[in-house]
Antibody, heavy 121, light 107 residues
C-alpha cells in the first residue's frame, strides 16, 4: 500500500533555512504530483505548492514565491521542500500529500505524518 | 488566487443530528472540490472529491453536493467519531487552496 513518511522535527533560528523530506513507497512515484501543506498551531490548512514528480514542474502559492523550493529524487521516490529566510510565523506542522489521480488537478489521497518546524531565537 | 470561504466556522451538534457545512469559491471551480476531515494531531483525511464522490472506505452518511461556486458537505446522522474539523479544498487549477475550516463540536 502507499506509504508517505516525512523527516523528523526541526528547530531553526530566524533567518535560517529548513529542508523537509517526504519519502514515498507503494506506487509509481513519477505518476503523481505531491503538494506541501502547512498548519500553524491552532490554525487551518495552508497550501504552499506542488511539484509534478514526472516533469519536476512546480506551482507555488504566491505567498511563498521566492522563498520556497520543491524538488524530487525520482531514484528514491522522495520529495523535498526547502523554506528559506525563516520567521517565527513559519512555525508550523508541514505535511506532504500525494495527489489521488495522475496528471495534476487532483485532491490529496495520501498524507505524510507531518513535520513540526519550530522557529525561535 | 481562488479564495475559499467556509461557513459556519464552528457548529455545535448532537449525536444523530444532520449537519451541513458550506463552502464558497471566489470564482467558478466547476466540480473540482474536495472535503477533508482532520482530528487533533493527525493529518487530514480525504472524504469527498469531485464535489460529490465518496472516497473509498468513507461512511455513506457523508455526502457532498454543489458546483460552480457553492458547495455543501452533509453528514446525515452524526456519530461520535465525526466530531472533528472539516476543510474544503479547490483544485480547479494547479494553484490549490483550502477553506479556513469548520469545527464540529459536541453540543
Amino acid at each position: 500500500q502507499v506509504q508517505v513518511v516525512q523527516s523528523g522535527a526541526e528547530v531553526k533560528k530566524p533567518g535560517a533555512s529548513v529542508k523537509v523530506s517526504c519519502k514515498t513507497s507503494g506506487y509509481t512515484f513519477t505518476n503523481y504530483g505531491i503538494s506541501w501543506v502547512r498548519q500553524a498551531p491552532g490554525q487551518g490548512l495552508e497550501w504552499m505548492g506542488r511539484i509534478s514528480a514526472y516533469t519536476g514542474n512546480t506551482n507555488y502559492a504566491q505567498k511563498f514565491q521566492g522563498r520556497v523550493t520543491m524538488t524530487t529524487d525520482t531514484a528514491t521516490g522522495t520529495a523535498y521542500m526547502e523554506l528559506r529566510s525563516l520567521r517565527s510565523d513559519d512555525t508550523a506542522v508541514y505535511y506532504c500529500a500525494r495527489e489521488k489521480f495522475t496528471g495534476g488537478q487532483a485532491p490529496f489521497a495520501d498524507w505524510g505524518q507531518g513535520t513540526l518546524v519550530s522557529v525561535s531565537s | 488566487d481562488i479564495q475559499m470561504t467556509q461557513s459556519p466556522s464552528i457548529v455545535s451538534a448532537s449525536e444523530g443530528d444532520r449537519v451541513t457545512i458550506s463552502c464558497r469559491a471566489s470564482q467558478n471551480i466547476n466540480i473540482w472540490l474536495a472535503w477533508y476531515q482532520q482530528k487533533p494531531g493527525k493529518a487530514p483525511k480525504l472524504l469527498i472529491y469531485k464535489a460529490s464522490n465518496l472516497e473509498s472506505g468513507v461512511p455513506s452518511r457523508f455526502s457532498g453536493s454543489g458546483s460552480g461556486t457553492e458547495f455543501i458537505l452533509t453528514i446525515s446522522s452524526l456519530q461520535p467519531d465525526d466530531f472533528a474539523t472539516y476543510y474544503c479544498q479547490q483544485y480547479n487549477s494547479l494553484l490549490y487552496s483550502f477553506g479556513q475550516g469548520t469545527k464540529l463540536e459536541i453540543k
